[in-house]
């Protein structure tokens, strides 16, 4: 069965540097999304991605964070200058286009970062 | 401001005892809900979805989900809880009428299963 692959699985960063988080969703789909979940709490929407463009972002999702498709098969969300509240479990989903609202969910990135 | 309340932060039963799982939302218009499950240190893996029709929807695992709009909620059941369901659960939303299709989700509720 197709799954949505993250890696690395587990990040740890110092305070200010750049991270990528990356992603591979399921081949054929359209739409591409980041959540985050900070540990012991909700699971909360950052960014969705279609047709090579973002088509909604949260509050949260500010100027420190960018996503990119850089090729066919890759999806990548980029923290500019981490901060200690960046440290959460991110989550990289993907739907198809019939089937637009069953996202399907990656493992999942744990971003601690120190 | 639409919202997705799980009212209970932790549940535990014993083995083989019937478990339900609350999930209220609050949309203008009837959403697209779902239910989730996450076991430690896992990723989140769809167990049941609702967008029309039949109001009682069935799962992986044997959980089963009804749609009651009248109450605005969407309650997780499963008729006899095994030790492996132990894990949390999220109930999401997703609003088919704003052009968007980002989930909220609700703050989840902790399974515990006690042998």
């Known amino acids: 069965e197709p799954e949505v692959t993250q890696t690395p699985s587990h990040q740890v960063t110092q305070m200010g540097q750049e991270v990528i988080l990356r992603c591979v969703p399921i081949?054929?789909?359209?739409?591409f999304y980041w959540y985050r979940q900070i540990l012991g709490q909700k699971v909360e929407f950052l960014v969705s991605?279609?047709?090579?463009?973002?088509?909604?972002k949260s509050e949260i999702f500010d100027d420190q964070f960018s996503v990119e498709r850089p090729d066919g098969s890759n999806f990548t969300l980029k923290i500019r200058s981490t901060k200690l509240e960046d440290s959460a479990m991110y989550f990289c989903?993907?739907?198809?286009?019939?089937?637009?609202?069953?996202?399907?969910f990656g493992p999942g990135t744990r971003l601690t970062v120190t | 401001a639409q919202s997705v309340t799980q009212p209970d932060i932790h549940i535990t039963v014993s083995e083989g005892a019937s478990l339900e799982l609350r999930c209220n939302y609050s949309?203008?218009?009837?959403?697209?809900l779902f239910w989730y499950v996450q076991s430690p240190g896992q990723g989140l893996q769809l167990l049941l979805k609702?967008?029309?029709?039949?109001?009682l929807v069935q799962g992986i695992k044997g959980f089963e989900a009804e749609f009651k709009r009248s109450q605005s909620s969407f309650n997780l059941r499963k008729p006899s809880v095994h030790w492996s369901d132990a894990a949390e659960y999220f109930c999401?939303?997703?609003?088919?009428?704003?052009?968007?299709?980002?989930?909220?989700f609700g703050t989840g509720t902790r399974l515990k299963v006690l042998a």
């Open positions: 609702y967008f029309s029709g039949d109001t």
């Open positions: 949309y203008g218009a009837t959403p697209y």
């Open positions: 999401a939303v997703a609003n088919p009428t704003s052009g968007t299709y980002k989930y909220i």
């Open positions: 991605f279609y047709n090579n463009e973002i088509s909604e």
């Open positions: 081949s054929n789909h359209l739409y």
């Open positions: 989903a993907s739907s198809g286009q019939i089937k637009y609202y069953e996202q399907y």
